[in-house]
C-alpha cells in the first residue's frame, strides 16, 4: 500500500511535547505483531548521516552508527545547522552560546560512538528550509567525495519538526544527483504519529538490527547533550522530556528506504 510520506509539520503542531503522545508499548505491541523488515548492514559500504541539529543523528540513529562502525564501515556525521534555536525567548547572544554548547555537545557525542570530527554546515536553525538548495549543493559535495557510493541516512521528509522536512528533501535531491543511497529515518514521528498510521510509509520501512551494547552506547551519547535534557534558558522544562529519550531508546530503531 503506498502511503504518503511528506509534510506533517501540522500533526507534529497539533501535538507538542507538553502532551506524552503515542506512548513506547503501544509502538512496541504493533512492531511485535507486525514485524517490518530487517535492514542487512552487512550491505553498507559507508554511511553519511545528516542531521538537521545536533542529537538527531544520535537520537535517531545512534545505534546503528555504533554497531556499524564496530563492524569497520565509515561513518560520517554531517549536521546542518548548531542548534542555536533550541531554546524559545533566547537573545541572540544566548544562540550563540548555545551553537557554541551544541556543537561541543555533538563532538562529544561522536566521540562516544566512535565517529570522527562531526561536519557542522552552521545554516541557520529553525530557518532550514529557506536554505534548502544551498543545503542540497553542500550535500552533494560531501556524498560526492565518497570513494563509493555511501549511504546517505537523513531526518525523514515526512518528520513533523520544518527543519527535519526540509533537510530531508535536500538530502533526497543530493542522493539522486550522486547515486547515494537514501535512507530516513524518523524522530518525532514515534510523537504525534500511530501505528498504522497512513502518514507514514510502512510500505518502505525497515527495522535496523542493533544489539544491546549498541543501543547502550546510544544512551551514553545521547547523555552529551544536556543542553536538550537539562532546565535551560526558558525556565524548569528541558528542551526534550525525559520521556522523549525513553521511547526512542525502546522502540529501536528504522529506516525509510
Known amino acids: 500500500m503506498q502511503t504518503a510520506s511528506m509534510g506533517n509539520c501540522a500533526r507534529f503542531a497539533a501535538k507538542p511535547l507538553t502532551h506524552g503522545g503515542t506512548p513506547a508499548p503501544v509502538w512496541l505491541a504493533s512492531l511485535e505483531s507486525r514485524?517490518?523488515?530487517?535492514?542487512?548492514?552487512?550491505?553498507?559500504?559507508?554511511?553519511?548521516?545528516?542531521?538537521?541539529?545536533?542529537?538527531?543523528?544520535?537520537?535517531?540513529?545512534?545505534?546503528?552508527?555504533?554497531q556499524l562502525v564496530a563492524s569497520g564501515v565509515d561513518v560520517r556525521v554531517v549536521s546542518a545547522s548548531d542548534g542555536g534555536a533550541a531554546q524559545p525567548g533566547a537573545t541572540a547572544s544566548e544562540q550563540t552560546r548555545l551553537a557554541?554548547?551544541?556543537?561541543?555537545?555533538?563532538?562529544?557525542?561522536?566521540?562516544?560512538?566512535?565517529?570522527?570530527?562531526?561536519?557542522?554546515?552552521?545554516?541557520?536553525?529553525?530557518?532550514?528550509?529557506?536554505?534548502?538548495?544551498?543545503l542540497t549543493d553542500l550535500l552533494t559535495g560531501i556524498l560526492g567525495t565518497s570513494g563509493t557510493r555511501p549511504w546517505c541516512a537523513v531526518t525523514w521528509r515526512g518528520d513533523g519538526h520544518p527543519d527535519h522536512e526540509a533537510v530531508g528533501r535536500a538530502a533526497a535531491s543530493a542522493c539522486a544527483r550522486t547515486g547515494a543511497e537514501l535512507l530516513e529515518y524518523p524522530v518525532w514521528m514515534w510523537h504525534w504519529a500511530s501505528p498504522s498510521d497512513?502518514?507514514?510509509?510502512?510500505?518502505?520501512?525497515?527495522?535496523?538490527?542493533?544489539?544491546?551494547?549498541?543501543?547502550?552506547?546510544?544512551?551514553?551519547a545521547a547523555?552529551?547533550?544536556?543542553?536538550q535534557f537539562e532546565?535551560?534558558?526558558?525556565?524548569?522544562?528541558?528542551?526534550?522530556?525525559p520521556f522523549v529519550l525513553r521511547r526512542l531508546l525502546t522502540v529501536g530503531e528504522l529506516v525509510f528506504r
Not at 559507508?46 to 535517531?60: F, K, N, R, W
Open 198 to 220: 497512513a502518514a507514514v510509509p510502512w510500505d518502505r520501512a525497515h527495522a535496523v538490527p542493533v544489539s544491546d551494547w549498541a543501543v547502550a552506547r546510544k544512551r551514553q
Open 223 to 227: 547523555q552529551c547533550f544536556r543542553s
Open 100 to 134: 557554541t554548547t551544541r556543537r561541543h555537545e555533538l563532538r562529544r557525542a561522536a566521540g562516544v560512538l566512535s565517529v570522527p570530527e562531526p561536519v557542522s554546515l552552521g545554516l541557520p536553525d529553525g530557518q532550514l528550509a529557506d536554505h534548502e538548495d544551498t
Open 231 to 241: 532546565p535551560g534558558i526558558a525556565g524548569p522544562t528541558p528542551v526534550l522530556p
Open 35 to 66: 514485524p517490518l523488515p530487517r535492514l542487512d548492514l552487512t550491505e553498507c559500504p559507508g554511511l553519511v548521516i545528516v542531521a538537521a541539529h545536533p542529537d538527531d543523528e544520535t537520537l535517531g540513529l545512534g545505534a546503528t552508527i555504533a
